[in-house]
């Protein structure tokens, strides 16, 4: 994704707000496609479901990539 619309979609993020898919997938750096796929099978961030709408909470995405910081290559 281009640095101009990941900047569209993530113009200021605040702590307790809630992203779209799409700028969730901006935030932690992967595709929309991505982040659709980790939800259906697992693995990806936790999410909430409003009626039809998936949303991501700020703190569940760092709390993911938080997750997954490794120091080496070896690491589990």
Do not use: C, H
């Not at 281009?2 to 997938?25: C, D, F, K, M, T």
């Not at 796929?37 to 936790?46: D, E, I, M, Q, S």
């Amino acid at each position: 994704m281009g640095l101009e619309r990941r900047n569209r979609l993530l113009p200021e993020v605040q702590i307790n707000q809630r992203l779209s898919v799409e700028a969730a997938a901006a935030y932690v750096g992967l595709s929309a496609s991505t982040l659709n796929k980790l939800r259906v099978f697992g693995g990806g961030p936790a999410f909430l479901k409003l009626g039809r709408r998936v949303v991501y909470d700020v703190r569940d995405l760092d709390q993911w990539l938080s997750d997954r910081r490794r120091q080496s290559t070896s690491e589990a």
